[in-house]
């Protein structure tokens, strides 16, 4: 990868490696995404995709470079990642379950804002034009992730499967990063979820994100990725535009031809 490359990419990583004991489950993966970009990484189970996102989140030790608009940052916690603008969600829904949807909303967004506005909410009279505030932050958060007031006093446990799979991913995006890593988003949904899931990552890579999507669901990755990277066995097996990528016999060999 080119050094005009790492410096373009809202996200670039360059020469992943991940080990787990003996096991190489990723070995020299590099790959890019742009910003206004869906980069879509498929590949068998077990291939090391979501070592990938481990790995570019600094969650796992890994050899290899990340580069985040540019600035290399393999050393940087997870948690400041975060507040530079790089976000995951993971395969399992990630909220807190005793709390309502809102109040899931409004403390992820008082997490990404500034120490001073969570700090704010702790004053007792600044405490209800902040509250308003925030719940209202939090409904144009949830609005935008097609998600209805019905089910804003909820807890996430009793609202419908998809819609707990779209609230994840708006919990990931809290105040808006840079590049959000979405691990299979689609994971247990279909039909019309999925429409809904396809139609809310266009409107992200519209605003100007970067996104990275693993997906197993050929369907959905196929019709919102500019790009795909295909892995197996932890190596970087293919790359290209959707249709290339499902023309490409190695990748019909290695992983889609198992599919049919
Ligand atoms: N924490 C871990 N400890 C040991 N082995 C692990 C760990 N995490 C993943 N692995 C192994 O590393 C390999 C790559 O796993 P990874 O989860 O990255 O693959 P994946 O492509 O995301 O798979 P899937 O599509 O099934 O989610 C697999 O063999 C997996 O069993």
Known sequence: MSVAEHRSAAL????????YGALKALDDVSWSVATGEILGIIGPNGA???SCFAAVTNSV???GETYLLGQPVAGVP?????VKGLRRTFQQNSFFGELTVMENAVSVLARDHSTAFSASLLLPWREAATRRAATAAARRLLDRFGIAALHYD?????????IQRLLSVALAYGNGPRVLLLDEPAAGIGGNDMRHLARILLDLRTAGLALVVIEHHMDLIMTV???????????HLA???PAAIQADPTVLEAYLGRTQ
Do not use: C, F
């Open 12 to 19: 670039a990583v360059d020469g992943l490696s991940v080990r």
């Open 48 to 50: 090391g995709k979501s």
């Open 61 to 63: 030790v890994h050899g």
């Open 78 to 82: 997870t948690q400041e990642l975060a």
């Open 154 to 162: 909820k807890r996430p446990g009793e609202i419908p499967y998809g």
């Open 225 to 235: 990725a500019d790009r795909i990277v295909v892995i197996e066995q932890g190596r």
């Open 239 to 241: 790359e290209g535009p």
